[in-house]
């Protein structure tokens, strides 16, 4: 069993800033890559920004500069910290994590979404 569970997230008035962390735990041999998706209304989920094991990063185009997305190894946790907010970041964020069970297979797993809505 793997499990994210999620903290952060609210309201904020443009221009603001907020956190949001994801802490992965379970039956986990190693981490593959840690990441945050997003989804508005009526629209598809998109990728805000991943990170590997070994420290690369990835960002979608409408948050780069703005957004940081880190982690911590040792506590299975991405971070993702988000300034100078639009409300175009308005969304549900999720979680994901790609990883290696004890049985050496790669899965992928989704978090509960987190609300982020940012008022104009």
């Known amino acids: 069993q793997v499990q994210l569970v999620k903290s952060g997230g609210g309201l904020v008035q443009a221009g603001g800033s907020l956190r949001i962390s994801c802490v992965v735990s379970?039956?986990?041999?190693?981490?593959?890559?840690m990441g945050w998706y997003r989804q508005a209304p009526g629209k598809q989920r998109e990728l805000v920004a991943h990170?590997?094991?070994?420290?690369?990063?990835t960002y979608g185009d409408s948050v780069k500069g703005r957004f940081t997305i880190s982690s911590d190894d040792a506590k299975n946790t991405v971070y993702l910290q988000m300034n100078s907010l639009k409300p175009e970041d308005t969304g549900v964020y999720y979680c994901?994590?790609?990883?290696?069970?004890?049985?050496?297979?790669?899965?992928?797993?989704w978090g509960q979404g987190t609300q982020v809505t940012v008022s104009s």
């Open positions: 994901s994590a790609s990883l290696y069970g004890l049985d050496s297979v790669l899965r992928n797993y």
């Open positions: 990170i590997t094991s070994g420290g690369m990063t």
């Open positions: 379970g039956r986990i041999k190693s981490m593959n890559t």
